[in-house]
Nanobody, 126 residues
Framework: QVQLVESGGGLVQAGGSLSLSCAAS????????MGWFRQAPGKERELVAA???????????YYSGSVKGRFFISRDDSKNTVYLQMISLKQEDTAVYYC????????????????WGQGTQVTVSS
């Protein structure tokens, strides 16, 4: 069982930066792939970034095409925390951002993410 709590959301102007954190409980955090999803009003939830757990070769990452080069995911297993650094933010990045955990090989297997945080709102203004 993994419990996740996101923080760091807020309001930022277009072109600005924001960093999200997700703190996890549980002694086995390092084995889980960690992903950041987002859901905008009226849209489906999408996986935007993910990083593999140590058991699955922790260097592997995934980024969706819409955020590649602007979002950066990292993890600190000693702190049971995963981060999402976002730069050059656009209005279309406005969404509720969720972190999630999965115990599977593929980091981009959205359906495999089984533990979820409550979400944090990111709003990008013009």
């Amino acid at each position: 069982q993994v419990q996740l709590v996101e923080s760091g959301g807020g309001l930022v102007q277009a072109g600005g930066s924001l960093s999200l954190s997700c703190a996890a409980s549980g002694r086995t955090f390092s084995r889980y792939n960690m992903g950041w999803f987002r859901q905008a009003p009226g849209k489906e939830r999408e996986l935007v970034a993910a990083i593999a757990g140590q058991i699955w070769s922790g260097d592997r990452t995934y980024y969706s095409g819409s955020v590649k080069g602007r979002f950066f995911i990292s993890r600190d297993d000693s702190k049971n925390t995963v981060y999402l650094q976002m730069i050059s933010l656009k209005q279309e990045d406005t969404a509720v951002y969720y972190c999630a955990a999965a115990d599977t090989f593929r980091v981009d297997a959205s359906e495999a993410y089984e533990y979820w945080g409550q979400g944090t709102q990111v709003t990008v203004s013009s």
